[in-house]
């Protein structure tokens, strides 16, 4: 699973509502979300705070920084792009698309992204949470 898998968990989780991820994110809720170890979770922790993408104190709640921030943003809408892409005018299922956007919004530039959802808002397509 790829960093960039993590925090965009984190900014999903902490867009679910105003009281979600004010004060942290707990590792464990990370790893049930995204079906994987705590131990994982600890290690991408770890390696995402030496880049300055989160903090946390000793085994305390995960908060983003700015930049980690932007950067799970970032693929959230890369994934929400291809997600309505895939069941809207491809017909995927709704499931099957989530999966299948998870794997391809990590290849995607931040020009070519922000062209397709010009072509698809052009098309009346709207980005769903």
Same mark, same amino acid.
């Given at each position: 699973?790829?960093? #960039?898998?993590?925090?965009? @968990?984190?900014?999903?989780?902490?867009? #679910?509502?105003?009281?979600?991820?004010?004060?942290?994110?707990?590792?464990? #809720?990370?790893?049930?979300?995204?079906?994987?170890? !705590?131990?994982?979770?600890? !290690?991408?922790?770890?390696?995402?705070?030496?880049?300055?993408?989160?903090?946390? /104190?000793?085994?305390? !709640?995960?908060?983003?920084?700015?930049?980690?921030?932007?950067?799970? /943003?970032?693929?959230?809408?890369?994934?929400?792009?291809?997600?309505?892409?895939?069941?809207?005018?491809?017909?995927?299922?709704?499931?099957?698309?989530?999966?299948? /956007? @998870?794997?391809?919004?990590?290849?995607?530039? #931040?020009?070519?992204?922000?062209?397709?959802?010009?072509?698809?808002?052009?098309?009346?397509? !709207?980005?769903?949470?």
């Amino acid at each position: 699973m790829a960093n #960039e898998d993590y925090l965009e @968990c984190i900014v999903r989780i902490e867009a #679910e509502g105003p009281d979600q991820g004010t004060d942290g994110i707990r590792s464990v #809720e990370i790893a049930q979300r995204l079906d994987v170890s !705590k131990a994982s979770v600890n !290690k991408a922790i770890a390696s995402l705070k030496s880049q300055g993408m989160v903090e946390q /104190a000793h085994y305390g !709640k995960v908060r983003l920084t700015e930049e980690g921030r932007s950067i799970g /943003a970032a693929v959230w809408r890369r994934h929400r792009m291809l997600r309505a892409f895939l069941t809207d005018e491809l017909g995927v299922e709704f499931d099957r698309a989530d999966e299948e /956007a @998870c794997k391809m919004e990590h290849a995607l530039s #931040e020009d070519t992204m922000d062209r397709w959802i010009a072509h698809m808002e052009r098309d009346g397509i !709207k980005l769903v949470d």
